[in-house]
């Protein structure tokens, strides 16, 4: 059944709604030409996506579809498609997005009729993309805005993406629940933490598992089978008790206090943090440097590309990106914006990059992402349902 979360629409879009039918893009348009609202929904044959459905400023104007993460990055696609719609006229959709990968695998699933038009991703997906030919290239004639960000996915001499926000993965617990303060990956091994760990999974955002784990035992991304043993002898211990593929598990899992301790993107702690002052974060420790990458946009080769192109243009400008920062808490890869200081207490600054952060090689994540997945379903998984 279909739920519908809030609707101010036109009554036939509001029975479109409710009904069981899909959503196409022929009979949205039909629909919301001409018409005032906006519409937030859950809609039955469309997956567990989110969309929003700006109003159509003219008839016979296609939509795009966004697809990001949720929570902040929603919100921040959401205001600035706001702006895009008033200004083009061109509705935005937003898919909700766990994993980056995963959207990449439904992209390719369905290639080439695929609805998704720009891609919020983490590097190895982006690379993925642009690698099968799924992307177009960015140019500054099409996209002004790029010359402030970090080109990235180059093919043939020309970047295919842009990283906009960099992140660390950093410890988190609850001090009020983990009494021994946590200082250490090392740390993660203790007896009193039977149940109590999250960690991601080896879907989610690709790489940042395996070697943040590699990294605690000497190795890294090239010489990763420290991070397989590292990770099979957590699992021995009975102490990893949730492994999330999405931002929301995360913080939920922090706040609640279900599973209080955990390592993940430093933003994601940020948001638990400000939700529940007992959350803690770990900047960075000794046994090993902290997983640091990038995360960013492409655009999907699709008839609606130079659509697409121009809401990147726009998402990129500084006072929107700003926007997506004050919102997120991620650091930009545009010197014009800045973190708040509250930002600065769990997300390392460009000095402690330097000191404490380790870049991977993301073109070798690439290539050994298949054998970690191999590593996780056949010696690692096996061991957490003992």
Partial sequence: MTNVISIVCPTDLGALLMSQQKITRRNYVKLVAGAGGVVVAYVAGLGSAQYILPVAQKPNVEPIIVATWG?????????????????????????????????????????????????????VPMLKATSDGFTVPLTPDKIPNMANYRPFAQKEGTPHGIINEYVNYIIAYRKDIVTTPITKIADFYRPDLKGKLTIMSPHYVPGSLFTTFALSRGGDEKNWQPGVDALIDLAKTGNIGSVYESESVLIRNL????????????????????????????????????????EGIVVIDTPRKDIALDFVNLYLDTENNQHHVDLTGYPSTNSQTHLSA????YILTADEVQKYGYWPDDEVIVANQDAWLKAWETQIAPLMSK
């Fill in 71 to 123: 929570g902040a990055w929603q919100q921040a696609v959401l205001d600035i498609g706001r702006k895009f719609t008033e200004k083009t006229g061109h509705p935005v959709f937003v898919e909700l997005e766990g994993a980056s990968d995963a959207t990449y695998e439904k992209i390719r699933a369905n290639w080439p009729n695929v609805g998704i038009d720009v891609f919020f991703a983490a590097p």
């Fill in 255 to 294: 706040v609640s206090g279900d599973f209080p301790v955990g390592i993940g993107e430093a933003g994601l702690i940020g948001q638990a943090a400000s939700q529940n002052a007992n959350v803690v974060a770990l900047k960075h420790w000794d046994d090993g440097k902290v997983y640091t990458d990038g």
């Fill in 342 to 345: 509250s930002a600065a207490t």
